[in-house]
């Protein structure tokens, strides 16, 4: 075979890749809306009011007959969604390492997430328990659809691309959710303008952030293509129920002690990040006095300086280590956090200057966390070890929820819910120091990178 074949072969590959590079950032070009006009902005405060307003003379609502505060609602319902997809995580990630065939499981996740956001229209008067339920299946969809998304990751980038492609698949997130933010903004304000009332406009932003999902959906469909798969049918990758099966991916890791233990370190700090993401907005309008149009607008700071974040701090861990890079972000976290607690209610200056603190430690934090992470997988297991990561990213972010929501229900004040997340960031950051990220990628068979 002569030299300019071989480097014409080398250009194809490389071409097809980049292709299907930009294929699988649309993705979370796609669900990023979700996570931030749905989760971040509009649902917490809105299911919150509509369960205020089905509470009895105490504050106290009753589905299935528990008393619960209409205030930690939301926050209860964040915990239950994550609880289910502990039991769906496992078995999706299993079932695409043994046939090959993510694409088609990709599909069934991120469509069922789009149908039960667009269903949230239909939320109004005291319909608590419908939002409770559509917001369940939204976002355990979502963790499930992550788990194939994030498991792509390794198939598309060499290990010296990893963490370039793993930022700008977040920062075109976090763009998305910014443009569709501007858009929100403008119909929420203006919803009289339109001859919408406040309510409708909510709804119908909620809506729209389904179908964004949706159709966005169909450009990693294209683009993105199945791998055969050697896996054994008598592997620990065969199916069966959530719980065995994140059992026999537990038993198989046991021979990966360092990725054992880097996750365990994610799964504590990447808690309070989802925590923070999902609450912020509760504690700005409940605590803070803040109005819709003040989130609206912090929301949309954090999306845009996101952006910058997670390139640059992209750009920061090819000089210092993705490593070190992650642990500079754990103290910043802590330090906003704690500044959090202090801010005074009716200020909105001071809770942007908290949205701008979080939105450039928000996107490189994940991002590195993705792409250290890919380094640490056996090659053959990404769908089946990425499970277990989104268990840690998305599929074990309960008790930071349920902290926050008990906090309150004890307490009744926001400031004490949102300052007991710090404790997730301190011993997040004592447990990634102690994990040797060197050895864990040479123990997994992967080369080992000039820095990480």
């Known amino acids: 075979m002569g030299t300019d074949t071989v480097r014409e072969r080398a250009a194809d590959g490389a071409a097809e890749r980049r292709r299907e590079q ?23 405060p809105y299911l919150t009011s509509i369960a205020k307003a089905a509470a009895d003379a105490e504050g106290f609502v009753h589905p299935l007959g528990v008393p619960l505060r209409a205030g930690s609602f939301f926050a209860y319902c964040v915990s239950a969604s994550v609880i289910l997809s502990i039991f769906v995580m496992p078995l999706a990630g299993a079932a695409a390492d043994r046939t090959g065939r993510k694409k088609p499981l990709l599909a069934t996740a991120a469509y069922l997430g789009a149908a039960a956001t667009t269903g949230m229209f ?76 406040e309510a409708m406009a909510v709804r119908i932003c909620l809506a729209s952030a389904g179908i964004w999902w949706g159709a966005f959906t169909l ?72 109005d819709q149009s003040t989130l609206i607008v912090a929301v949309l700071l954090v999306q845009l300086l996101a952006v910058a974040g ?34 005074p209610a009716g200020a909105p200056l001071w809770f942007f200057v908290l949205a701008a603190g979080i939105g450039l430690v928000l996107g490189g934090s994940q991002a590195l966390s993705r792409s250290l992470f890919s380094h640490l997988v056996p090659p053959g297991k990404e769908a089946e070890y990425f499970s ?55 123990d997994a068979g992967n080369p080992v990178p000039a820095r990480i």
């Open 388 to 442: 277990a990561y989104e268990m840690s990213d998305r599929g074990m972010s309960w008790l930071g929820p349920l902290l926050f929501g008990l906090t309150y229900q004890l307490t009744g004040s926001y400031r004490d819910a949102i300052i007991s997340l710090v404790a997730f960031f301190v011993l997040g950051f004592a447990l990634l120091a102690r994990v040797p990220v060197r050895q864990a990628v040479r």
């Open 22 to 44: 930009r294929g699988w950032y649309f993705y979370d070009w796609a669900c990023s809306v979700y996570s931030t006009s749905v989760l971040t902005v509009f649902l917490g």
């Open 219 to 290: 450009i990693p469909l294209k683009r993105l293509r199945d791998r055969r798969t050697s896996a054994a049918p008598g592997s620990s990758t065969v199916s069966g129920h959530g719980w065995r099966q994140l059992a026999a991916t537990v038993r198989d890791m046991r021979r990966q002690p360092l990725t054992l233990a880097f996750l365990l370190a994610y799964l504590v700090y990447n808690d309070g990040i989802q925590t923070v993401i999902s609450q912020a907005s509760v504690y700005g309008s409940e605590e803070l006095g803040l």
């Open 122 to 197: 239909f939320l109004n008067g005291d319909r608590y328990l419908l939002g409770g339920l559509l917001l369940i299946v939204a976002n355990a969809s979502l963790a499930v659809s992550m788990v194939l998304y994030n498991s792509y990751l390794p198939q598309i980038a060499p290990s010296e691309e990893r963490d370039a492609v793993s930022s700008r698949g977040w920062a075109f997130g976090y763009a998305a959710g910014s443009l569709v933010l501007v858009v929100n903004l403008v119909l929420y304000t203006a919803h009289a303008d339109f001859g919408l009332s």
């Open 310 to 343: 997670a390139l640059g701090m992209g750009r920061l861990a090819r000089t210092y280590g993705a490593k070190r890079t992650i642990l500079g972000s754990l103290v910043a976290w802590t330090l906003t956090l704690g500044a959090g607690y202090f801010l």
